[in-house]
Every structure is written in C-alpha cells, then in structure tokens.
C-alpha cells in the first residue's frame, strides 16, 4: 500500500518535471536568441536594423527591411489566393456537399498537409516556376526567370490550404443548424442565408483560421526559398526575386561565421520570426479557445 | 384584368364554401437514415385555428412539423414520399420553389436564434430579401410587427443594439415578429416555449391565440396543458403514426384510442 | 417573381465559384503528387535504392540514395520514439494529474500551441548554435536532437486531444475506487494505445519531410550513416542539395529521393487514415 503510494509520488514529479522542462523550451529559445542578437543590438539600434533597406554584412550594414518586405509579400500573396478558395470550399463543404464527398475530400486535404515542404519546392521549381516565366510573365508583359515573390505565394498558397480548410470546416460545423433554419424559413436561398448569417456568425473563426495560416506561412522555409530569387532587394513587383527571413537564416548560417554580427544578425532574424509567429499564434489561439468556450 | 377579378373571386367562394383545409398531408412516409419516422401521415390541417401536435418524445413531431416548411430536405440522407398540399398546391412538386414554400410559413424554434444582427435588421432581413429597399417601408414594417408582439415600448428606443442583448423571452417575441415580416399564411411553432419562463410562455401562447383569426398555427408541445390551452385541435403522434386526430376536448376528455388515453392520462411520456 | 430567378441564379453562379475553388483545391495536389511520380518514376531502379552516391553528391553521376533512406529512417525513428518517451509522459500527466481548470493546465496548452507553431528553422539555429557552442559538429545525433524536439509538441497535443475525448466519468470512477493517480493514468494508457500509434505515425511523418530543421544540424554525407557522431544524409536534404544540380543524373537523383519520400508519406497518412476510422467504429 504504502509502495504505491510512493510510486505515485515518484512518477508525478518525474511527469511534472519533463512537462516543465519541455514548457521552459519557449523561454528558453526566445531568452537565448536575444542574448545572442545582443552584440548586434547594440552596435545599432533597433529602428536603423529593422528600416534599413541595405544588406552588406561585410560593410557592418544589416538592414532587414528587404526580407522583411519579403516575408511579408510572399505571405500576402498566399493568403490572397488561399484564403478565397479555402473559404468557398469550405462552405461547399460543409454547406452544399454531400456526405460522401466530404468523406473523400477531407482526407486528401490531410494528404495534402502531410506533404513535407521540400516536395512543394520541387513541384513550385518544376511546375510553377516554368508557369510564371513561360506563361504567366509575358501575359503581363514582364519577362522573368520565374523565381519570384509571385512563385513563393504560390506554393506557399497550397501549403497553407490544409490548414486554412480544416480550421474554417470545424468553425462552420458549429454553426447551430436551426440558426440556418430560421433564415431559410424567411424564404432567404441558402447563399443568402450563407452570406448574410453563418459568414457573419462564422467570421471570428474565419479570421482566427487565416491569422493561424498567416503565421504557418511565415515560418515556412524551404518551399519558399526555392522558388522565391533570395535576392535582398524590395521586391517592386510579383515577377522579382524576394528573400523571406527564414530563407535569409538558412542560406547563410554556419557561413562566413567571422564577419563582425553576422551571427547576431541572422539570430536576430530568428527572433524577430519567432515573435512576428508568437504573436499571431497567441492571437488566433484566443480567439479559437473563446469560441470552444462559447460552444 | 376582368379575368383576374372573376378568377379571385371564384378563389374565395371555393374556399369558402367547401371549407378547404390550409395544408393537406397525403400519404406521407419519411425515412431518416433508413428509419422509418414518418408512417402513412393523412391529415387536413383547419385554416385559421390552432393545432396542436402532441405525443411522447422521439414519436416524429418534430420531424412532421418541419416536413411541412421542407426543412427537412436540409438534413442529409432523408427520403421524403407522398404530398403536402398548401392551398391546394404540392409543395413536394417537382417543379415547387422552396424559398416561396417557406416564405408562406413563419417558424418559431426551441430556443429563440436572433440572427446575428440587430432588432431593427432581423425584422428587415425577410422583407429586404424579397426585394423591399424603401427605408420609410422598412420601418413601418418593423414598427406593426413589433407592435404585433407588444415589443415595440420594450425596444423602440434600441432598435439598432444587437438582438442578443435582449431577454429569452424578448428574443422569441422577436423572432416571432420577424417571421410575420414576411407575411406568412401558416405559423409553425417547434415547442416553442419549452426555453420560457412561466410568464413570457403566457405571453408568447395569448399572442398566438390573438393571431389564429389571421393565420393557421401549427404547434407541436410536449405540455399538454398548453395544448390544452392554446389548441382547437389535436393530433396525437405515436411512434411515427397519427393514433388520434380531433377538437382539443374530445382528445383530452373523451380519447378513442387505448395509447391516446394513456398518454393524456400521463402514463406514457 | 423576376427577382425570385435572379436570387436563385445568384446562387448557382456562387455554387459553380465553389466548386472550382474545391476543383482547384485537390487538383493541386494531385498536380504535386503527378509531376513527382512523372519525373521520379524513370529514375527509380534497383541501383538507385540499392547504392551510395558515387563520386561526390553533387557532381558524380554513379550510384543511388541509399545513404539517405537509411538516414532518413535512422533520423526519423530515432526523434519519433525520444518524442514519444518525453511526450507520452506530458500528455498523461496534463490529463490524469493537472486540474483541467488550473493555470497549468491552460498556460501549458498555449504554450503547446507556440512550440507548435515554431518554424523548423528556429530550431534548427537554436539547436546549432548551441553545437558550436559545445564544439559538436553537424551530425545524425545533432539532427535526432532538433528533430526530436520539433516533434514533442506533436506527440503532446495529438495524445492530449485523445485524452479529452475519454469522458470525464472513467476518470473519476477510478480515482473514486480508490486507485492512485498513476493507476488511473494506466488505465488512460490503455484506452488510448490505438492512439499512440497514430500519434508516433503523425510525429514521424513530420520528422521525416523535415528540411529546414536538419539544414543546419546534420549536414550531408555520401557514406551509410554508421555513427551517431558523423554527419548523414536524409531523403528531404538529398532532394534539396542534388536538384540544383546541373547534371541530369543527380537530379534524377533527387527526382526518385522525393518519389520514396511521397510513397512513405502517402503510406503513413494511409495508415493514420485506417487507424483513425477503426477508433472511432470501437468507440461506437
């Protein structure tokens, strides 16, 4: 009797502890990649780092203002084409389809999201790429090489779907069904009662689920920096080259380790990705628990 | 225009001489998911008067009450056989529109479901989809249904907060209200007190009691003594089939049938 | 009754928007998945599973990915069980010990939520400035290390949603007969064994696609991954580092890595897929 109850004993802190440890993880990351961008905060202050639109670490200049713009276009551009199609099928979705064809279509969304992102970025070089340079620039009369912003928006498009579509089917499933009921018995169509009840139901969950995609597609690597130019310029339009941040970390770190704050500059990057994700994880995060909550 | 006149009288003599029932159900049969819940339903349900559908829970009453808006087209996997005649006309038809089905019937759930909106809005929100843009139109229509439901005081000066501020029981005279917005023939109620407290319940059932002159009430309850109250007539619903169909005092005082005793008696629930 | 028309035709236009969109949607990845099998399918021999690459990655026309097969399963395996020895723990612990209503218990779930949603890359620069620091050089350990954490969040929160789904009432009856807490959490243990494979199946499909995370911290090596200490080669950083090549032979290279990987891939969500509908048949 007694041995079990010290075996309990035993395992609840020895649980408790691997909990902590693991949740400490968080502070722990942000805590470190700060004091390690320190020698490069401060040598310049934040606003000159964060504005400055030159990149020449060998000349000490290390504006991110070029992977900022980056990040932030290639990122618009995905959700401008996803959010659209992910909100229509969805509604589809739940609204319209039936129940076989939902039970096809969800899984192969989950195919889609467990596609590792290195296979998005061989489809973005073989199909997307030669799309926009052979098909898509000279429509617009813009010859390009393909690799472009316009490309990682793309790729990075598809890669949120999953995403995007599973979130906004769960927000629109808990939509009362006799709520709907009550507009179609005014005589409203059902896209009248879509667009005019459930989406205005629906939006903070809508919202929710595009701010979560929002920060997935900001930490996203690889996909996107095969395809994007990675070029530290302010892209001026869809057909140039972009340089997101986390293709910026990857491209060059363990590299050139003896340039003065090279290192503190790339994991200053890490911590800016880190908090620009932070914030948009925790915001989406309230919303979605507050609605559970409601439900 | 000499035809139209003569053609609506002659409408309104037949009417009133042969005494049509509002809605005619024929031989209807609904199977929910392979179950049969809706057996051989024949019924003329009397215009302007309350009917109330009764019976123990999970015998259909629901399901028949949203057979006649064709709500239940919305669920999926439903077959639906046999015809329900509204003025004469299948609303099962091939060829019927649902939206102008359910325009003629006002519905009043459970629980009340403002629509996310405010008051002035979920009164509008019908007349505005079926094409009524004149604001001074709009408002008046706001202010007799309102009015209609004794909310008008309670409200005229919020009429733009959003109608979730409002009471549960304020809610279901809203909702109320905004079914007769759209000028319905048939008022369907789906146990619609059942979220009340005692005294919006009374309000809600003298409200309909007052507008039985103007319109068909279809209620199912699972209170007897609201049917009791508010109804002319009962239908009795068990297990998927019509065991008794008559005046509100022949039901409850004097029941034909063996289950229908039973259940009046309070025996079966 | 002009408008009634125009209000339906309003709907079918949006109907017809709808499914393009849906069209659009799974089209795509049937794209992704046909020009891989297009491209990968000519180049998938014997030789190619069966062999190293001759001659240096990069440049040598000879040989197979066998080295990154090997290390992917070496990197994958490994992280997934160290994930699921830290994460099962956690997951039982946040359910059978902590107050669902505790600041714990909610502070740990957004905190789940974040180390979720940390990008690989963060990790992986996290995980490889610590090894300059120590003076460990990229190695399968160091991937195994990154990947291992990357999968934690996974492992926790695919096992925490099962253990919602127990109701409330096993717990307690348990706790209420008397049993210790650690007795209730084997009985918890029990109810979700099916889970545990589909949540081992789901962290190592995420360590096994990873790139971004094992960039850094693996490095690349044409030989078999012997050793824990050396660098290896895994199929996601093969298909990167050989595709920019401009020798056909080494892109054909990375054309059948990124065709295994898609099998693998494809096998795994396969699994989950059976996995999860048999649960939800038991629990009915």
């Known amino acids: ?295 | 225009m000499h035809t139209y006149t003569s053609l609506a009288t002659k409408e309104t003599q037949t009417v009133t001489q042969m005494q049509l029932p509002h809605i005619q159900i024929k031989d209807l049969n609904v199977h929910i998911e392979g179950k049969h819940i809706l057996k051989n339903i024949n019924l003329a349900i009397p215009n302007n008067s309350i009917t109330s559908i009764i019976g123990p829970s999970g015998c259909g009453k629901t399901t028949l009450l949203k057979t006649l808006n064709r709500l239940m087209d919305d669920s999926k996997n439903v077959k639906i056989n046999g015809s329900v005649l509204v003025n004469g006309e299948d609303i099962y038809a091939k060829d019927a529109e649902v939206t102008h089905i359910r325009k003629k019937m006002g519905l009043l759930s459970q629980r009340p479901f403002p629509l996310p909106m405010s008051i002035f809005e979920n009164i509008t929100y019908g007349p505005r989809i079926h094409g009524q843009r004149d604001k001074t139109v709009l408002k008046e229509i706001v202010e007799t249904q309102l009015k209609n439901v004794g909310l008008w005081e309670e409200v005229k000066d919020r009429l733009h907060h959003s109608a979730t501020t409002l009471s549960i029981g304020q809610q279901q005279r809203l909702c109320l209200a905004r079914g007769l917005a759209v000028q319905p023939e048939i008022i369907l109620g789906d146990e619609s007190t059942s979220a009340l407290d005692p005294i919006s319940t009374q309000t809600i059932e003298n409200l309909l009691i007052d507008l039985k002159s103007e319109y068909t009430i279809v209620l199912v309850t699972h209170i007897l003594r609201q049917a009791r109250r508010v109804s002319d007539y009962i239908i009795f619903v068990y297990n998927g089939e019509i065991i008794e169909f008559g005046k509100t005092e022949d039901i409850l005082l004097n029941p034909q049938n063996e289950i229908t005793k039973q259940y009046v008696k309070g025996f079966i629930s | 009754m002009s408008t009634i028309k125009s209000r339906l035709r309003r709907e079918k236009i949006a109907k017809i928007l709808m499914q393009l969109a849906g069209i659009g949607i799974t089209g795509s990845l049937f794209l992704i998945i046909g020009i891989i099998l297009f491209k990968g399918l000519p180049y998938l021999t014997w030789d190619m599973i069966s062999q190293t690459p001759q001659g240096g990655f990069y440049i040598g026309k000879e040989g197979g990915i066998l080295n990154a097969i090997l290390g992917s399963f070496y990197l994958a395996g490994l992280s997934t069980i160290l994930a699921c020895l830290i994460g099962l723990p956690i997951a039982i612990y946040l359910n059978a010990y902590v107050d669902q209503t505790s600041t714990l218990a909610r502070v740990s779930k957004l905190l789940f939520d974040i180390l979720f949603g940390i990008p690989s890359i963060v990790y992986g620069a996290i995980a490889f400035s610590i090894m300059i620091t120590l003076g460990i050089r990229a190695s399968l350990l160091g991937g195994v290390i990154t990947i291992t954490l990357l999968t934690i969040p996974i492992v926790v929160r695919t096992l925490d949603e099962l253990l919602k789904t127990i109701p409330l009432d096993l717990k307690n009856t348990t706790t209420s007969l008397g049993a210790t807490r650690w007795q209730t959490a084997q009985i918890l243990l029990k109810y979700i064994k099916p889970g545990l494979f589909t949540a081992l199946l789901l962290a190592f499909g995420r360590a096994i696609g990873d790139v971004a995370g094992v960039l850094l911290t693996t490095g690349f090596s044409d030989n078999l991954p012997l050793y824990l200490d050396e660098p290896a080669a895994t199929l996601p950083l093969a298909i990167f580092f050989q595709l920019s090549s401009p020798i056909p032979e080494v892109q054909g290279r990375a054309y059948a890595s990124a065709l295994i990987l898609t099998f693998i891939i494809l096998i795994i969500v396969i699994c989950t897929h059976i996995l999860a509908s048999r649960q939800k048949k038991h629990r009915l």
Not at chain 1, 15 to 21: D, G, N, P
Not at chain 1, 33 to 60: A, C, E, R, V, Y
Not at chain 1, 230 to 250: C, E, H, T, V, W
């Open chain 1, 1 to 295: 009797m007694r041995l079990r109850i010290l075996k309990d004993l035993w395992i609840r802190h020895t649980f408790r502890i691997l909990l902590l440890l693991t949740l400490s993880m968080v502070v722990f990351i942000g805590i470190g990649l700060f004091i390690k961008s320190l020698p490069l905060l401060k040598d310049q202050n934040l606003f000159t780092i964060l504005s400055g639109s030159t990149w020449s670490p060998l000349k000490g200049q290390f504006g991110f203002l070029p992977f900022i713009t980056g990040t932030v276009s290639v990122t618009l551009i995905a959700l401008v084409i996803a959010a659209p199609l992910c909100l229509l099928s969805s509604i589809y979705l739940v609204e319209y389809a039936s129940a076989l064809l939902k039970k096809t279509v969800l899984p192969l969304i989950n195919v889609l999201a467990a596609i590792p992102p290195v296979l998005y970025g061989v489809w973005g070089i073989l199909f997307v790429v030669p799309l926009i340079s052979n098909y898509i620039g000279p429509i617009f009369g813009s010859p390009n090489a393909g690799y472009s912003i316009l490309s990682g928006g793309i790729v990075l498009a598809v890669m949120i779907f999953p995403i995007m579509i599973s979130i906004m089917v769960e927000v629109l499933e808990t939509i009362p069904p006799d709520l709907k009921a009550a507009s179609l018995s005014l005589g409203a169509t059902r896209w009248e009662t879509i667009q005019k009840v459930i989406l205005k139901k629906a939006r903070p969950g809508i919202i929710a689920a595009i701010v979560l995609a929002t920060s997935r597609a900001f930490g996203e690597t690889i996909a996107v920096l095969m395809v994007c130019g990675n070029i530290p310029q302010i892209p001026k339009s869809l057909f140039d080259a972009g340089y997101p941040i986390p293709a910026l970390i990857a491209n060059n770190f363990g590299e050139m380790m003896s340039i003065p704050h090279y290192d503190a500059a790339l994991m200053f990057a890490a911590l800016l990705l880190l908090t620009i994700i932070f914030l948009f994880n925790l915001i989406s995060r309230l919303i979605l628990n507050k609605l559970e909550e409601k439900a």
